[in-house]
């Protein structure tokens, strides 16, 4: 048997590391009653509106028995903003078994880039749905590289040309609800991106903002006050479309509120996450670049991020050429295949446009862990702490992968034979 086939493939039911959250009915203003919603789902798949996150785990068994895994999952909110409805295991895993296993057995493993593409091809016309692509193509990668004896970021660097990455990339952490306990550990920790904030309700956003403009405030308060002397965090909030929809999708005003954000907080870099949900890939591309346009006429520290109806990889490409953002979220779930987030990130970078390796609370820390490698590879501007909402468990996942990781590249690279 050929060291590059994939001689069996198992699979195993799992958890992912939060819950999937009905964006539509916490807009809509669901109460919360402890930690659970109260009332009735309005998108479609929900059942009620948070759920216990799931996962599809896939395993190659290699030809020498070595077993080799990947993670297949959705987003915490699934089915909002042109994203794949929520993750249901039962059909997820009947699809895998009748279409995507008998291609795996069939694909030369060693060759991770053109495995991804025979084995995630479309089917009746259409891509496999997102989370299929997300788990197999982390599988996929980490068979070439047992096949290989090296590193994921090794596979990934010689698929797209590029030189052995040296520097780490900056770790960005997100707080869930319990903003106030999250950020300290942030802040204890000198995470260099912070805090995500969950600004998901009108209750968070405030009247005009001031709720949020409040909060920004404190962080940077609570920085000075706990921070190692010299801590100066990039601060990045995701509003969820809250600016536009309490203040409206004018774009001077929006760009208003955003740099009167900024001016509260002077000498900080400020990141605002979708700060309005134009509703469609198009409409948000041509409102973002208006907005982005403003704020930098303005000099301003702010810097627009896009993520909702900026999903695939073609999307990126459209927000990156378009200069519709500063920064683009790529949620790795979303995106689909792990080949689209790589070659995302290099999108990003040739258009001189940041590129935010991101994700879902809802991960998985196999799904982590291959971030970590296709960021260090392609040298993305940062990386989110997942999985879940922790903030602990995120950081040390990311970060000690990330560092196992440089110090292995740093071996071989004291290891390669001087040339003379």
Not at 128 to 143: C, F
Not at 176 to 184: H, L, T, W
Not at 258 to 265: F, G, T
Not at 394 to 417: D, F, H, K, M, T
Request: with cysteine; charged share 25%.
């Amino acid at each position: 048997m050929k060291n590059s086939t994939v001689k069996d493939v198992i699979l195993a039911p799992g958890n992912g590391s939060f819950f999937y959250d009905d964006q539509a009915a916490i807009r809509a203003g669901a109460a919360q009653d402890g930690f659970r919603y109260v009332g009735a789902p309005l998108t479609r798949g929900f059942t009620t509106i948070r759920m216990p996150s799931r996962s599809l785990s896939i395993g190659l068994v290699m030809s020498d028995d070595t077993i080799v895994w990947g993670d297949m999952m959705n987003v915490q909110y699934s089915g909002a903003g042109g994203r794949d409805p929520v993750f249901q295991v039962d059909t997820i895993e009947a699809l895998t078994r009748s279409v995507v296993i008998p291609r795996i057995l069939a694909c030369d493993a060693s060759n991770f880039v053109g495995a991804c593409e025979s084995v995630l091809a479309f089917h009746e016309n259409k891509r496999l749905p997102l989370a299929i692509e997300y788990g197999v193509s982390q599988a996929l990668l980490r068979a070439a590289a047992h096949i290989s004896r090296i590193t994921l970021a090794e596979v990934v660097c010689s698929e797209y040309d590029l030189p052995l990455p040296q520097k780490p990339v900056p770790l960005y952490a997100q707080s869930g609800d319990a903003r106030e306990i999250n950020v300290d550990k942030m802040i204890l920790k000198s995470v260099d991106v912070l805090p995500h904030g969950l600004i998901n309700s009108r209750e968070k956003f405030g009247a005009s903002g001031e709720r949020f403009r409040d909060f920004v405030k404190w962080v940077v308060r609570r920085t000075r006050e706990i921070g190692e002397p010299g801590y100066h965090p990039v601060l990045h909030f995701d509003v969820y479309g809250w600016i536009g929809l309490e203040i409206g999708l004018d774009t001077q005003k929006i760009a208003d509120f955003i740099a009167r954000v900024a001016d509260d907080v002077p000498g900080y870099r400020l990141h605002i996450e979708c700060p309005a949900d134009y509703g469609s890939t198009e409409a948000q591309l041509v409102e973002y670049a208006k907005i982005v346009e403003i704020l930098d006429r303005r000099g301003t520290e702010a810097r627009v991020v896009v993520d909702e109806q900026c999903n695939t990889l073609a999307d990126i490409r459209l927000f990156a050429e378009a200069k519709a953002a500063h920064l683009v979220q790529i949620k790795m779930p979303d995106v689909g295949s792990i080949t689209d987030s790589a070659r995302a990130v290099l999108v990003c970078r040739e258009n001189g446009v940041g590129a935010y390796l991101g994700g879902s609370c809802t991960e998985t820390d196999l799904s982590a862990r291959v971030a970590v490698n296709i960021a260090v590879a392609t040298q993305a501007d940062m990386i989110l702490a997942k999985p879940g909402m922790g903030v602990d468990e995120g950081i040390s996942i990311v970060g000690n992968e990330q560092s196992r990781l440089l110090s292995v590249l740093a071996y071989r690279r004291s290891q390669a034979p001087v040339r003379i």
